[in-house]
C-alpha cells in the first residue's frame, strides 16, 4: 500500500514514512493510492471479532511495512478492557427507534480521540524504537486531542509533545487534564488565539522542511493518515453490533469540526461498509454545513469564530476537509491545489457547482445540519428526561440533527464525542446537577499547572521547540 499528497507531489511513500512526517512536503494530505474495498465473504468473517482483532483486519490492508505478528500485538495491547472499561471496547445504547449511541469515551482522557490516540502512541513507540529515532510531535487541540495525546505520549520512549491550544477557550477539565501533567516530555503551549490560529502554526511549522527535519517534528492532528485510518474502525465495529446481517444498510451522525471524524466514515464507506448516509453536524461554527448546504467553503478569521459550549468544534477550517474534496473532485490534484492553495488564501473561499455537489449527496451520502446552545441544552435535557442517559454538548450537536435528518424507517448510530464531565457547566446549566466524575479525575481542577503561554506566532512556538530539544 503506497501513499500519495492530495496536491500532487510526485513521490509515494508507505505506511511508517508518513506515520512519523504528518504532511506531505507540498503541504498536503497524505491518502492511500485507493482504498482498498472490503468483500461481502471478508466482512461476514469480520462480523463478530473481537475489537483488537477487527482493528488488525482492517490496520493490516493500509500497513504493509509492520510485520503481522506486531501489528497484531499492538491492537491486543491498545484496545483492552482495562484501558476502554468493556469488553465491546465501543458499545452501543439504545435512545429511541431507529436512534442509537456510540459509545467512544471511555478511554484515560473520556474522549473519542483516545480511541485512535491510544494506538499512535503505541505506533509511534514501536517504529521510533526499531530506527532507533526520536520524534518531537507539534499539536493543535481545541479541546480533547490534546489530553489524549498527551495521556497516550507520556513516559513514550524517544517522544517529546509540544501541545498548542486557544488560551482560555478550553472548558476548565479539559485545561487541567493537560496542564496538570508533570511529564518532562509533555510542553503545553496556550496560544493568545483560536485554535485555528493553532492549526496555522503548526502548518507553518511542518511547511518549513528544514526545520522539520532538523527537530524531527511529528503531528498527531487528524492530518496524521494514521490517526484516521485507526477511526475507520469503530465505524466497523458500530455496524456490526447495529445490524443483524451485512445485508442491512445504517447512518452514523457525527459531530464534526475538523473532518477527522467522519471523513474516516467516508473511507469506511468507500471501502464498502453499507453506510446509507453520513449526517455531519456542526455547532454555530457552521463552515461545513454552509458547504453542504450551498456549496460554499468560505473559511472565517478569529473574529468571527464563535466561543460555544460545543468547544472542541470551535473550528471554522476544517484540515481534513481537503481528503474529502480531493475524492469529490475525482482525485484531480491540480484542481485540488487550486482550490485550497491558491481560491482560500486569496479570496477566504471556494463554491464548488450543483454537480459535485449532487456527488457529495448521491455518490457519498453527505447531509448536514447545525445546532445552538438552546439546541444543545434542549436535547440533553430531553435524552436525561425520557431515556436517563446523560451526554456533553458534542454529542447532544450531533443527536440533535440525527433527529432532525433521520428519515422514515432509517437506522442512525450518533457517535458519542465525551464524557459529560468535561463540559460540566453546560450539564448544570441543562439539568442542574454535576454530572458524574470518574475518581481519578476528582480534584484535578487543582492540580499544579505546567502550562507557558505565547502569542499566535509560529517563529516564537519554533524558538521553544528549538529550546527543550537542545
Known sequence: MLYLSTRGHPDRKHFCEILLEGLAPDGGLYLPESYPRVAAATLARWRGLPYHELAFEILSLYIDDI???DLRAICRKTYTPEVFGTREIVPLKKLEEGVVLEALSNGPTLAFKDMA?????NLFEYELGRRGEELNILGATSGDTGSAAEYAMRGKKGVRVFMTSPNGRMSPFQQAQMFSLQDPNIHNLAVEGVFDDCQDIVKAVSNDLAFKRRYRIGTVNSINWARLVAQVVYYFAGYFQAT??????????????????ICAGHVARSMGLPIARLVLATNENDVLDEFFRTGTYRVRGSQDTYETSSPSMDISKASNFERFVFDLLGRDA????KLFGEELGTQGQFHLGEEVMRRAREQYGFVSGKSTHADRLATIRDTWQRFGTMIDTHTADGLKVARERRQPGEAIVVLETALPIKFAATIVEALGREPDRPAKFI???????????????????????????A
Not at 334 to 337: I, S
Not at 450 to 467: E, G
Open 67 to 69: 510485520p503481522a505478528d
Open 117 to 121: 490516540m491510544q494506538l499512535l502512541g
Open 244 to 261: 443483524k446481517s451485512n445485508d442491512e444498510r445504517v447512518s452514523f451522525a457525527v459531530p464534526s469540526g475538523n473532518f477527522g471524524n
Open 334 to 337: 491540480a484542481k485540488l491545489r
Open 443 to 469: 480534584g484535578i481542577e487543582d492540580l499544579p499547572k505546567r502550562v507557558t503561554v505565547l502569542p499566535a506566532d509560529a517563529a516564537q512556538i519554533k524558538q521553544f521547540i528549538a529550546t527543550h530539544c
